[in-house]
């Protein structure tokens, strides 16, 4: 007789009390993605709203383009353009109220700017030359991070402790599709449903991680489907849309500031440009596949359901394009200055007390300089 046999069947034992049953099919996203542009929704959305979203399209735009090109001049070590992903951009920085907090990745310089963050400074950690380049706190905007989906753990404890002190703060996360790969996704969204913090967590599914295709990096039917498994609603958006964005993302802070916890949120977008200055995205993509990509341009989409609704005509469009030029060139004269850099600047702000490792170092370069300084002396 076997051991099973020995035992009876199996029946397999009913949940504890303690252990939470959640019902999946309320926290599952739509099969397609919302659209609200081009749809009967699009009627309904607050003409002043679609001016604001569009103004700051078309400045995001040539915010990116001139980005660009200061890196051919020397001016940037690099930069992740965004081009093609604005509408996720500017929604993710208008949704936002004052006291809410955005913690951006890499590629969301666009964000922090729209966020009221100085072009400027929204740059200098790109241009290399100070720590973050602006103050998080004056804007509400965590530094631009660099290494994948490390901003999502940061976001998921400040929203957490914003609650237990009773304040009245969303933490929003902006994430590629490539950091979902991370181990930093996982337990962001883990600790994040447990602890039902107030973040949302908002997925730029650009089509790369780099050179990886989504396809090569999930089997799951879509990223927005991971937050079944987090006990979270997960919600699918067309990321060019920018109006759908825009609702979609305001439905998931609403959710998050009356309690009942965080979103995971995808939106379906496009990388057109490569995924830096350094990269060359022809080694594994196809121009056909940009070309079918640029036909659903977020700046067109826009500019076509305004114009349709007499809400934006010749003169309007040219104004905001006026403006853009104006921010551009602004930030061309202010990025072709040379930074005075300090070198002692280095152990500035690195520890609020300095560890006496960084007070020898410190010590170490302020001799190398003064013989530096010495021995230049002397050659005159």
């Not at 994948?148 to 940061?154: E, R, Y």
């Not at 107030?198 to 991680?209: I, K």
């Not at 496009?270 to 940009?290: F, I, K, L, W």
């Not at 469009?317 to 990025?335: C, F, G, K, P």
């Amino acid at each position: 007789m076997t051991v099973m046999e020995q035992r009876g069947a199996y029946r397999p034992a009913p949940p504890p009390a303690w252990q939470p049953r959640t019902d999946p099919a309320p926290l599952l996203p739509d099969a397609e993605p919302y659209r609200v542009l081009g749809t009967g929704a699009a009627a309904k959305a607050d003409p002043e709203l679609l001016r604001r979203l569009y103004a700051e399209l078309v400045k995001g735009r040539r915010y990116n383009a001139q980005a660009t090109a200061l890196t051919k001049q020397g001016r940037l070590a690099v930069y992740p353009s965004s081009t093609g992903q604005e509408a996720c951009e500017v929604a993710a920085a208008l949704v936002l109220e004052e006291r809410d907090w955005l913690f951006p990745s890499y590629r969301d310089t666009l964000a922090v700017v729209a966020r009221g963050v100085d072009p400027v400074e929204a740059l200098t950690l790109l241009r290399g030359d100070w720590h973050t380049g602006y103050d998080p706190y004056e804007h509400r905007v965590a530094p631009l991070s660099t290494p994948l989906a490390t901003q999502l753990p940061h976001a998921v404890g400040l929203a957490h402790a914003a609650r237990l002190k009773g304040d009245d703060v969303v933490a929003l996360a902006l994430v590629g599709d490539g950091g979902t790969s991370e181990g930093d996704f996982h337990e962001a969204l883990n600790f994040a449903a447990v602890w039902r913090a107030p973040v949302v967590f908002f997925v730029q599914n650009n089509g790369f991680a780099i050179s990886v295709p989504l396809a090569k990096q999930t089997a799951a039917p879509s990223l927005a489907h991971k937050a079944v498994g987090y006990g979270m609603p997960g919600r699918l958006v067309d990321g060019n849309d920018a109006a759908a964005v825009h609702e979609v993302l305001a439905d998931a802070v609403r959710h998050a500031r009356a309690g009942g916890g965080p979103t995971l949120v995808e939106a379906i977008t496009y990388r057109v440009e490569a995924h830096t200055n350094a990269d060359d995205a022809t080694r594994y993509r196809g121009d056909a596949e940009v070309e079918t990509w640029k036909q659903h341009d977020p700046i067109v989409l826009l500019e076509r359901e305004l114009t349709a609704r007499g809400l934006l005509d010749e003169d309007g469009i040219d104004a905001v394009r006026r403006d853009a030029e104006t921010m551009a060139a602004s930030l061309r004269a202010h990025m072709n200055q040379d930074p005075a850099l300090d070198p002692m600047d280095l152990f500035t702000h690195v520890y609020a007390e300095p560890t006496p490792q960084l007070l020898e170092q410190r010590e170490q370069l302020r001799a190398e300089l003064a013989a530096e300084a010495e021995s230049e002396g002397a050659q005159r």
